[in-house]
């Protein structure tokens, strides 16, 4: 076969459905995790710098923000590999759906797939058999994961709703941000609003940001509007923007994996393959 051929031949076995997933997966993530690592450093410098001047007033808040960064970087870790690991499944699962419709005929592709789920032929030579023993065993632990998609399905189900707790989260940062933004659009057209300018405060007590007891935990009037006018409000704004957009990002890419990795089990399994294949 010509490389063009084996090529649309090896396509028409591809799960597109997995391979869209997979990209809004790593994208969504990259995004999440990057821009949401960022935006908890400006608000970091935000509240040492405006908010309070005494370190015991946010020192609860400092130690939250590293935990949540250091948690960021596992859960990037964690979305990439679990990712790469959907993707293969949906190579497996869908060519062995294929197959039971009669459109998908095995090719060098799908042979050497084959080969590196099931371990291969062994080596040769004095160190062949002791590396094929050692890549079989990793290939053969992977088979047996790939050939039961309901493990699948049930995981993804679970990183989905845990995922969709995240998506709320990342949305009441850009809550309080807009707040704030709003406040001060008031402040710079005082023309739209009857209240005083003096009393058009941000409190970042009120949210939980700071304990009641912080000084002064607030910024009024003019100095509100400074404040929202300076690089690090606006950089941090749209940071956190940034991140709740990766996680509605990554949620919609569980849930086309959850229903591409449903389609795949409900189909083996009506038609007596199984879970095994």
């Known amino acids: ?14 799960p597109f459905a997995s391979l869209v997933a997979t990209g809004l997966c790593f994208f ?12 908890l450093t400006g608000t970091e410098q935000l509240i040492e710098t405006y908010f309070s001047k005494n370190y015991q007033d946010y ?24 990712g790469a690991l959907l993707l293969a499944e ?18 060098i592709c799908g042979k050497g797939l084959s080969a590196t789920v099931t371990g291969g032929p062994k080596g ?29 399905v049930g995981i993804t189900y679970v990183l989905t709703i845990i995922w969709l707790l995240v998506f709320a989260c990342s949305a009441v940062p850009v809550y309080i941000y807009f707040n704030t933004w709003t406040t001060c659009q008031s402040i710079a057209n005082p023309s739209k609003t009857t209240a005083s300018i003096g009393t058009l405060c941000a409190d970042a ?23 929202c006018k300076t690089s ?14 990766g996680a509605a990002a990554t949620l919609v890419s569980l ?11 409900a189909v083996l399994k009506l038609m007596g393959r199984g879970t095994k294949f």
């Open 90 to 107: 949906g190579f497996y699962t869908t060519g062995a759906v294929r197959q039971i419709f009669g459109d998908y005929k095995t090719t």
């Open 255 to 265: 849930l086309t994996f959850m229903i591409a990795a449903t389609y795949n089990f």
């Open 205 to 227: 007590r009120m949210y939980g940001v700071l304990p009641w007891n912080a000084f002064p935990g607030k910024v009024c009037g003019s100095n509100l509007l400074s404040i």
């Open 124 to 152: 040769r030579g004095a160190r062949g058999p002791q590396r094929a023993h050692s890549l079989q065993r990793v290939c053969q632990c992977l088979g047996k994961w790939l050939g039961h998609p309901d493990k699948f």
């Open 59 to 82: 020192e609860y808040l400092m130690d939250v923000i590293h935990a949540f960064q250091y948690v960021i970087y596992g859960t990037a870790s964690f979305f990439f590999l679990y």
């Open 28 to 39: 969504g993530v990259a995004l999440f995790c990057g821009c949401g690592h960022e935006a």
């Open 232 to 245: 690090e409000f606006q950089m941090t704004f749209h940071l956190f923007i940034a991140a709740f957009v």
């Open 1 to 14: 076969l010509g490389l063009l051929e084996c090529c649309a031949r090896c396509l028409i076995g591809a």
